[in-house]
């Protein structure tokens, strides 16, 4: 999973929507947490849906403390790198 700045995804956001649905996703750093761009597809029914999106509010979430994001960052750049 490749990451990228907000700045750079706004201009490159087409490519990188493509890429999503390519199944290549990128993170994007906001604020001390992730937006993942990535491809969805919607379940069947709308209760699958609503299930799905009520299981990921209940969730827990690791704390993204400096070393947590520069770890990620760190991953990120690496798999960029093989993927190239």
Request: proline fraction near 5%.
């Amino acid at each position: 999973m490749k990451t990228c700045s907000l700045s750079e995804a706004k201009s490159r956001l087409g490519k990188l929507a493509d890429q999503a649905l390519k199944g290549q996703p990128t993170v994007i750093p906001r604020g001390g947490k992730l937006v993942i761009l990535q491809a969805y597809e919607l379940p069947i029914h709308s209760d699958e849906f609503d299930a799905a999106i009520q299981s990921g509010k209940d969730s827990p979430h690791r704390q993204l403390t400096r070393k947590v994001l520069a770890e990620i960052w760190s991953e990120g750049r690496q798999r960029a790198r093989m993927a190239q």
